[in-house]
């Protein structure tokens, strides 16, 4: 069975929020990787389109930067509120 190559626009997505999100919040890779458990490499990975993140890897991630997964997965700059629900 032949694998369709995927549009990575989603991880290209994240990976620019994760970025500057943790720029923002003057955390280094190594302190957040640390503070999800990953490898110290596994934040700069996922910064550069390399890693695949798992959806509770993504968990993970928010919640050492104090915000909800879905704004990791948000176009443009979004809001910085993890108790903020998402508009129906």
């Known amino acids: 069975m032949n694998k369709k190559e995927i549009d990575p626009?989603?991880?290209g997505l994240l990976a620019h929020?994760?970025?500057r999100i943790r720029n923002e919040k003057a955390v280094t890779q190594e302190?957040?990787?640390e503070q999800?458990?990953?490898h110290r490499t596994y934040v700069s990975?996922?910064?550069?389109c390399l890693a695949n993140v798992s959806v509770d890897n993504l968990q993970r991630l928010a919640e050492?930067?104090?915000?909800?997964?879905?704004v990791l997965l948000?176009?443009?700059k979004p809001v910085d509120d993890k108790k903020r629900a998402p508009s129906a």
């Not at 990975?45 to 550069?48: A, C, D, L, T």
């Open 36 to 38: 999800c458990g990953f």
């Open 64 to 70: 050492a930067l104090e915000v909800s997964p879905i």
């Open 74 to 76: 948000q176009p443009g």
């Open 17 to 19: 929020n994760l970025r």
């Open 31 to 33: 302190d957040l990787s």
């Open 9 to 11: 626009w989603l991880r």
């Open 45 to 48: 990975q996922v910064e550069r």
